[in-house]
C-alpha cells in the first residue's frame, strides 16, 4: 500500500485544517478508483464535519482510513471533546443549527454516506463514524 492510501489523521483547529483534511480526503478517494462525483461528495462529508469541530468543539480530529481489497472502502471518523451534541435525532433530522446555519450538514452527509453512525455525550464529546464504499 502507497502512503497516498494509508491511514491519514488530521488535527482540526481552523478552517486550514478542514479544508487540507478535505482536500486530501478527495485524492484519496480518486486514488482508490471512486468516481469524480463520488470523491466530491466524500470530500464534502469530511469539510462538513471538521466545519463542526471547528464551530462547536474549537478542537478535534479527523481519520480518514482507506480499506483496500474485495470490500473496498473509504472511512472517516471525526472526534472531539466539545459541548456535544444533546438532541442527536433532532440533528439528524435536518432543519435544527444552534448557530446561523441551515442545519442540513450532518443530515446531508449521512445521506451521502453509506454508513453513518454518531455518537455524542454532552459535556464529553461527539464521535461520528461515516463509510463510503466504492460500488
Known amino acids: 500500500m502507497t502512503g497516498k ?48 469541530i471547528e464551530q462547536y468543539a474549537g478542537r478535534g480530529s479527523i481519520t480518514l482510513i482507506p480499506h483496500i481489497g474485495e470490500n473496498r472502502c473509504i472511512e472517516i471518523v471525526a472526534q472531539d471533546q466539545g459541548p456535544g451534541i444533546p438532541n442527536v435525532d433532532r440533528v439528524l433530522a435536518g432543519g435544527y443549527s444552534t448557530s446561523k446555519g441551515l442545519g442540513l450538514g450532518l443530515l446531508v452527509s449521512r445521506h451521502l454516506m453509506d454508513e453513518f453512525e454518531l455518537e455524542s455525550v454532552v459535556g464529553e464529546g461527539t464521535t461520528i463514524k461515516a463509510v463510503k464504499s466504492l460500488n
Open 5 to 52: 492510501l494509508s491511514r491519514q489523521h488530521f488535527l482540526i483547529r481552523r478552517s486550514m485544517d478542514v479544508e487540507g483534511a478535505s482536500r486530501r480526503g478527495m485524492l484519496i478517494a480518486l486514488a482508490m478508483g471512486f468516481s469524480q462525483m463520488d470523491a466530491y461528495r466524500i470530500a464534502m462529508v469530511i469539510f462538513e464535519l471538521g466545519w463542526n
